[in-house]
């Protein structure tokens, strides 16, 4: 895997994973977007599919960036915040945070280069693309 500057993800990794999160999309016959961010949240890459529903680009931004501040993904983020109810009620009022299954970080060895962020579908449907994604990268 190649990386860059601060070991994020580089356009070639990012065009890799993108790729292979749409070809599972297709089998699953779901438009999907796809976002993927270095480690400060910053896009790297998007694509969106034709016929992909206008808010899943909002969604897949945010489910990205989720996974870049967090640190974990989307759905380990949501079962982390279960258990801290005050987080539970604070979380939702902050803009671009997502607790929706189909972000994912992307790791090189045990460091996070970036985060892949996924929508279109349910969200199952999500994060197996996003999985997809990621394993085009070993």
Known sequence: MKTIGRKDVSLETATKAVSAAQKKADELGVPMSVVIVDTAGRIVLHSTMDGTMPAAIEIALAKATTTASTRMSTMDFYEFAKQHPHLMETIPHIPGICMI???????DHDAMVGAIGVSGGLYLQDIECAKAGLQALK
């Open 101 to 107: 299954g189909g972000g994912l970080p992307i790791m």
